[in-house]
């Protein structure tokens, strides 16, 4: 089958025009929202930005001011450090928050909400609390929890 000139260089802007556009979801979002992207769901970009069980409690405590590690470590002493950690850098990658280097002669460093992007995630979190608050009750793992009988 033969293609015509205009066809084939069809297909090359298209396949630039994409270029493009994962190379603008690596700058604003890192590596890892890009591959979420790439499957086509916006949703499931969004659960992923804040997928981890420290992240919410994280940037939750964010939204009242910067942070270190170490303050961050003894309000949740359940978590690792090397898992906030990471959730830190994962969430510094996709634009989140911002770490700030403060180190004079001793290591100083604190985390705090990204202007646009950690204001707009914590409006989501907001959504996402006030729907399970509201059908937590009716969901059917939450009764079967509830109707287990005591041992």
């Not at 066809?7 to 493009?20: F, I, V």
């Not at 949740?76 to 830190?88: C, E, G, I, V, Y």
């Not at 180190?103 to 646009?116: N, Q």
Request: proline letters at 4%; hydrophobic letters at 35%; glycine letters at 8%.
């Amino acid at each position: 089958m033969k293609r015509g000139r205009s066809s084939s260089r069809k297909l090359g802007e298209r396949a630039a025009n994409r270029a493009r556009c994962l190379h603008g979801l690596d700058e604003r979002f890192g590596i890892r929202a890009r591959r979420q992207a790439e499957d086509g769901c916006p949703a499931q970009l969004a659960i992923g930005l804040i997928q981890g069980k420290w992240k919410t409690r994280i940037l939750s405590r964010l939204q009242h001011g910067p942070i270190r590690l170490s303050q961050l470590r003894k309000l949740f002493p359940d978590a690792s450090k090397k898992m906030l950690t990471q959730h830190l850098r994962e969430m510094e990658g996709d634009g989140l928050i911002v770490r700030t280097d403060l180190s004079g002669r001793l290591r100083h460093v604190e985390y705090s909400l990204a202007d646009s992007m950690g204001v707009a995630v914590l409006r989501l979190i907001h959504t996402l609390t006030e729907w399970a608050s509201e059908h937590a009750p009716a969901l059917p793992m939450q009764e079967a929890v509830q109707s287990l009988p005591d041992e």
